[in-house]
């Protein structure tokens, strides 16, 4: 196998145009024509994941956080990343990162979070926008359920909880077929009126090549007409965060509790226990400082994510709780849901999960 099959199979679950703009999701070392001989799972790829991918013979590491963030003068082994990514050269290692995209997908790493937790009813708490394109087409009437289907197969028509969503207008449309045509219906030099239909359907972006490719193939025109626009609305399964309900209500410090055994965790930092009774529960791995304000619009009883500093505590306005668990252990989580869906994608290839812990915080008590 490749280790541009795993890539692509991971772009189906989160394509890198998902990422946020500062981030550096893909590959991020070595080549993806390599014979892929292992795959091994972490949230970091640092020079002790390195070594263990080196000895376990995996030469695709896939990392949630890229190693390299930003641009790099020199490659000397002055620091961690340096050193690790001339490890990774040296020993033949690719490395691929799945960050903030697998951050924006319902099903990722805060989807993960929120099985753990027990959240239900969820939704994205701060929605992306312009992940959304609209196809129009126009196709000879005969032919319009070829065509959908197509479509449909290649990723269209998905909004929310809905698949196989589209809608068609009739008319007429007109053509008239050059000198070195063969067309479909029709005599060369001569227009021709076709009874059509107009096909609408919504699509993610990043499908928007594989969804053409379909309409061209199922098309019977030699020259498809189609105009493909972006919009602004929010795609219901992509964004920063989820918020949700619990199954029932518990009082405040159960539910610390609860969060201390699921995440392992000795420490919660938390604002004051405004909610003595928590039910709505907005969660975002990682630095989550930036939805606070819109888990308090969307009613959340308490926001667990990691990262926060001082002052944005304040920020929970005294209407809700602020838990913040730690950036390691609020994603830790992410080892385990890409070492399972590559393996039931590659049931009888190498999957691992690495037995490094990467966590660079420490707590004394």
């Not at 640092?46 to 080196?54: F, K, L, R």
């Not at 197969?153 to 589209?166: K, T, V």
Request: aromatic share 8%; glycine share 8%; hydrophobic share 40%.
């Amino acid at each position: 196998m490749k280790i541009s099959q795993v890539i692509s199979f991971l772009e189906g679950v989160a394509h890198p145009s998902l990422q946020e703009d500062y981030d550096n999701a893909g590959l991020i070392t070595g080549d993806e024509e390599w014979d892929c001989t292992g795959i091994l799972c972490s949230l970091d790829a640092t020079e002790d994941v390195v070594d263990e991918a080196i000895s376990k013979k995996c030469n695709l590491l896939v990392s949630h956080h890229p190693i390299i963030f930003r641009g790099l003068k020199k490659i000397n082994g002055k620091n961690y990343v340096e050193k690790a990514i001339i490890k990774a050269i040296r020993n033949n290692i690719a490395i691929y990162a799945i960050h903030t995209n697998l951050d924006n997908v319902i099903q990722g790493v805060n989807g993960r979070i929120a099985d753990l937790v027990g959240i239900h009813n969820r939704i994205i708490l701060g929605d992306k926008q312009g992940g959304l394109v609209k196809l129009f087409t126009f196709v000879p009437t005969a032919h319009a359920e070829v065509v959908r289907n197509a479509v449909f197969e290649a990723g269209a028509g998905q909004i929310g909880n809905y698949s196989e969503c589209s809608f068609d207008s009739h008319g007429k449309g007109t053509y008239r077929p050059g000198e070195n045509t063969s067309p479909f219906a029709g005599e060369k030099g001569k227009r021709h009126t076709e009874e059509e239909v107009k096909l609408e359907v919504i699509l993610p972006g990043h499908l928007a090549t594989r969804v053409l490719a379909a309409l061209q193939k199922a098309h019977p025109y030699e020259e498809v007409a189609y105009d493909l626009v972006p919009l602004t609305n929010a795609h219901p399964g992509l964004g920063a965060g989820i918020i949700g309900d619990l199954d029932h209500p518990m009082e405040a410090k159960a539910f610390l509790a609860h969060l201390m055994a699921v995440f392992n965790l000795s420490v919660i930092r938390h604002t004051p226990f405004v909610n003595n009774t928590i039910k709505r529960v907005a969660v975002c791995g990682g630095a989550g400082s930036f939805v606070i304000a819109k888990a308090l619009r969307a009613g959340a009883d308490i926001f667990v994510t990691a990262d926060i500093k001082y002052h944005e505590f304040f920020d929970a306005e005294g209407r809700m709780i602020i838990a913040d668990v730690g950036h390691y252990e609020s994603e830790q989580f992410t080892i385990a849901l890409l070492q399972e869906i590559l393996a039931e994608k590659f049931p009888t290839f190498a999957v691992l999960k690495t037995s490094v812990n990467t966590n660079p915080v420490r707590y004394f008590s």
